[in-house]
């Protein structure tokens, strides 16, 4: 698997010496040209993740796994809050027009197959349980409900094959 490290973002804090046992699923509302300035920090929005799998399969590493990337905003799961989860977890963001509304755009096999192996790589990696694996909506589905038409249960199962 090729990573593209050649982008670094400027959103980030440390990991206070947590250890990564979570993992968060996101798809954008938009396209590589529009993401890609959010996400470095060239805009005043302050949000960063630390993969980026683009719609033809390229995957970028904004950051380093070793910091924590601002992903998941307010949120919670399985009774721990933002700050927890913003330590213990990794995000990865997929390049998508879907809004879950206006968009209903599917993942092209080359992206979805990439995303199954960086996914794959991290959970063994960092050995992260099914119950940590989880999608933004999971963590904030007051607010958030990416990555929508997502086939969510087999793109587990892929994974975790």
């Known amino acids: 698997m090729n990573i593209d490290t ?4 400027v959103n980030y804090s440390p990991r206070n010496g947590a250890s990564i046992s979570m993992l968060v699923i996101h798809s954008t509302e938009g396209t590589r040209k529009s993401d890609i300035p959010i996400l470095l920090g060239q805009t005043p929005r302050k949000v960063s993740v630390h993969y980026y799998v683009q719609r033809d399969g390229v995957i970028y590493q904004f950051l380093p796994d070793t910091v924590s990337a601002w992903h998941a905003g307010a949120s919670n799961w399985l009774g721990h809050g933002s ?7 990794l995000g990865i963001e997929m390049e998508s027009l879907n809004t879950g509304s206006v968009y209903k755009q599917r993942q092209p096999d080359i992206q979805y197959n990439a995303v199954v192996e960086l996914s794959r790589m991290l959970v063994r990696k960092y050995a992260i349980q099914q119950a940590y ?6 963590i904030a589905p007051s607010r958030k409900s990416d990555p929508s038409f997502f086939p969510w249960l087999e793109f587990r199962d892929d994974v975790y094959r």
Do not use: A, G, Y
């Open 6 to 9: 050649s982008l670094h973002s």
């Open 83 to 89: 700050i927890w989860i913003q330590e213990h977890s």
């Open 133 to 138: 694996f989880v999608r933004h909506k999971d």
